[in-house]
């Protein structure tokens, strides 16, 4: 059986603790957000060999790893470049604010999260348009 990805609605962390039953609390250990269950953001998962946690911690895992590997000196150039990280262009590895840079990492990680579930969320709300459409027109 599949177990959903449970995220936290604020920040899009990974690290959220929720119960098993439905109406329980959830608290998020990225931001500190609390809230009801229900509010977690949910993204349907395909992967049957983990558990709901562990697939919450990799999807995030390999989405940083993304961002830290070739495509992070994409992202250094870019923040450099419009002014939100300030290197000295001849001396990068020994100018840059690696925990500053780190934060902006995390951060559009979140970002990139939470537009990943809120476009799965848009598609599953299409698909049951659509079906409930179709199941109309053919009754």
């Given amino acids: 059986m599949s177990e ?3 995220l936290c609605p604020q920040c899009g962390s990974a690290r959220v603790d929720y119960g098993m039953l439905a109406g329980a609390n959830a608290k998020c250990h990225g931001c ?22 562990d697939k919450s911690v990799q999807l995030v895992n390999d989405l940083r790893k993304i961002m830290a590997g070739d495509f992070g ?14 290197v000295d262009t001849q001396d990068v590895a020994g100018t840059l604010d690696r925990k500053l840079f780190a934060r902006y990492i995390v951060a559009m990680a979140r970002g990139i999260t939470q537009a990943i579930l809120s476009e799965r969320a848009r598609q599953e709300d299409e698909r049951e348009r659509k079906a409930a459409q179709e199941y109309k027109e053919a009754n």
Avoid: C, M, R, Y
């Fill in 4 to 6: 959903d990805l449970q």
């Fill in 32 to 53: 500190g957000w609390t809230g009801p269950d229900s509010e977690l953001l949910t993204l349907p998962s395909q992967q049957d060999s983990i558990s709901g946690a």
């Fill in 73 to 86: 000196v994409a992202l250094l150039h870019l923040l450099v470049k419009w002014g939100f990280l300030n």
